[in-house]
């Protein structure tokens, strides 16, 4: 997708935060958008800042995102970009965990990024013409954090999920990234509210009080990561690369990389072993 003018993107979780960071950022390369958020009022702002079409849905019921499916082909005819980004978190210790609030992690964080490929990805490959599918995950998808048991089991599997449709999409010249980020000033620190009654007054980390939090007038700072976006749309094109930015303090990113291959001789591995480089809050770290 070495162009972006002219392009129809759908963003989950696009009314604030890094969805609509993101979304910023592509209405300025000339992106047809669709947001969905599951709160009306910020959606709202956001579709009336952008020219943005919204459709209030919660990404855990399938049945939700598929109508959002339809919405955005019936409106535009086709989708190129599909950003499942709405995620959750409730903090403490795994030991501490009600079941509902593993099955509202889990719901929000795996299924629903789920559900949108499966809304989503048939489509996108019947109508040809290639396109990017993007994950938000996160650096606790890449290293076990005290305190977010269930949000880290999320995020490793969709850290999964998009390494192997990086695989499978090859063919069908759609690209496939996953955004692991540590801190970034989002509303996820006050996620609860938007989850079932029983979680109402649950403890967050002391942290995110602080640093996970957005306003009207305090967007998430990723101007330097949509920049990297950008760049990792068009790159990984050409590579077909899953790359997994890490950006620090303020939102600026650190290297990201993309993959390679090399042949190997190995008689169980008769493919190409692929070298995926990713950076972690403890420095790079390589995987075969």
């Given at each position: ?127 040809g013409g290639g396109g990017h599918v993007l994950f938000t995950a996160s650096f606790a998808g890449l290293v076990p954090n005290v305190g977010l048991g269930p949000y880290c ?136």
């Amino acid at each position: 997708m070495e162009q972006l003018r002219g392009r129809t993107a759908v963003i989950t979780g696009g009314a604030s935060g890094i969805g609509l960071a993101t979304a910023r950022l592509l209405v300025a390369e000339g992106v047809s958008l669709v947001l969905t958020d599951i709160e009306q009022g910020p959606l709202d702002a956001a579709c009336a800042e952008l020219g943005a079409v919204g459709v209030v849905a919660d990404v855990s019921d399938l049945a939700a995102v598929q109508t959002l499916a339809d919405t955005a082909f019936e409106r535009f005819g086709r989708v190129d970009i599909l950003f499942n980004n709405a995620g959750v978190a409730v903090g403490g210790p795994i030991a501490e965990m009600t079941h509902a609030d593993w099955r509202w992690v889990i719901d929000v964080d795996l299924w629903g990024p789920i559900h949108g490929v499966e809304a989503f990805l048939p489509r996108m490959i019947a109508q040809g013409g290639g396109g990017h599918v993007l994950f938000t995950a996160s650096f606790a998808g890449l290293v076990p954090n005290v305190g977010l048991g269930p949000y880290c089991v999320a995020k490793y599997g969709v850290v999964a999920l998009a390494e192997v449709l990086q695989k499978e999409l090859r063919p069908h010249d759609i690209g496939v990234s996953v955004l692991c980020p540590m801190r970034v000033a989002t509303n996820i620190g006050h996620s609860n509210g938007t989850g079932p009654p029983s979680l109402a007054g649950r403890r967050r980390p002391p942290a995110w009080r602080t640093r996970a939090r957005t306003t009207p007038t305090r967007p998430a700072r990723c101007s330097t990561w949509t920049t990297w976006l950008r760049r990792w749309w068009r790159r990984s094109d050409r590579t077909g690369s899953t790359s997994c930015p890490t950006p620090r303090a303020g939102g600026s990113c650190s290297a990201a990389s993309s993959a390679s291959t090399a042949p190997t001789t190995r008689p169980d591995r008769p493919e190409p072993a692929q070298r995926v480089v990713r950076s972690s809050p403890f420095g790079r770290w390589s995987r075969r």
